[in-house]
């Protein structure tokens, strides 16, 4: 047998949840493979998170606490019977992601792009003046804009010259707390899809994104161009996994916008103010830009109380 062969012959024998160290227990008492590797267990480990990552239908596992799954084959989940931790475990886990809310992660979000030298406010969607059901993909959770940095007074009217468009880029955020299944990715990314045609950036941004998804993501942001950010308890380690990719500005849609939703409206606004003022009003301008965007954490410890006031899992690695 492979190593991976000996594997499901394990699982298989077992016909329940088996932890890395049970199942290397295993194939070794029952001679299923000769290992030559310096550390065995790590290539069982190796392999089993291979079955995981690569979308595998043989295996799932399941999380007992930070770090430690237990396996298991996919034709026996419904006749698996999970001991009292396990329940206990999958229901505390439930209940602590469903404490928090998703807009309690928009403060997060915004965060972590003021370290990116942008500007983002929430476009609450209670706010626009349609009733239309049809329109609950027009509105973006959160809209963003980053101006070029050009210190030279000379190069920056130069390029307002040439181009006012040149000079910032505006991006549309569509936020979830969490993604774990093929439905929910398609769903959540054809939303964001929808939300950011008129935006030079779309992103998906979640807060946990299953590892089983990795290549239907890759295809999805191949495809369409939206990007992915996964954003962390601590703002600034959340990390762009896939990039958006440019596109102009659909300024009917920009308009239409504009029209639904009196925030979206003034963002644009306050866009414009900064782009047109001159050098003297230019500071005072992009203090009244930053005054009607979203507010971000000024510390750590404000950041962590922030997350624990509100049971954001702060360990969500």
């Not at 299944?181 to 398609?186: C, F």
């Amino acid at each position: 047998m492979t190593i991976k062969e000996s594997i499901l012959k394990t699982l298989e024998d077992i016909k329940g949840l088996a932890s890395v160290a049970e199942i290397y227990d295993h194939i070794l008492k029952n001679n299923y493979y000769s290992f030559g590797a310096k550390d065995p267990k790590g290539v069982v480990s190796g392999d089993l998170r291979e079955f995981i990552f690569k979308g595998d239908s043989r295996i799932k596992r399941t999380k007992i606490s930070k770090g430690t799954y237990k396996y298991y084959l996919t034709k026996y989940e419904h006749f698996l019977i999970l001991d009292q931790f396990e329940i206990e475990s999958k229901i505390n886990a439930k209940l602590q992601k469903n404490d928090y809310q998703e807009k309690d992660l928009h403060k997060i979000l915004s965060s972590y792009l003021k370290s990116t030298n942008s500007f983002s406010k929430t476009i609450f969607h209670e706010q626009s003046n349609t009733k239309d059901s049809n329109q609950k993909w027009v509105h973006p959770d959160m809209v963003g804009v980053q101006f070029i940095n050009l210190y030279s007074k000379a190069s920056q009217t130069f390029l307002k010259a040439i181009n006012r468009l040149d000079t910032f880029k505006i991006s549309s955020y569509e936020i979830k707390k969490e993604i774990n299944s093929d439905y929910e990715l398609k769903k959540t990314f054809f939303q964001a899809v929808s939300n950011s045609s008129w935006a030079n950036y779309g992103y998906l941004v979640a807060f946990e994104i299953s590892d089983s998804l990795n290549d239907e993501i890759e295809r999805l942001n191949q495809s369409f161009g939206i990007g992915i950010i996964e954003l962390k308890a601590n703002p600034y380690e959340s990390k762009i996994l896939y990039p958006a990719k440019y596109k102009d500005l659909d300024f009917k849609t920009i308009d239409k916008l504009c029209k639904i939703n009196i925030e979206f409206e003034t963002f644009i606004e306050q866009i414009e103010k900064l782009m047109t003022a001159t050098e003297k009003y230019y500071k005072s301008t992009e203090k009244e830009l930053e005054g009607m965007c979203d507010k971000y954490f000024l510390n750590d410890t404000e950041i962590e109380t922030y997350c624990r006031d509100r049971k954001i899992p702060w360990d969500n690695n």
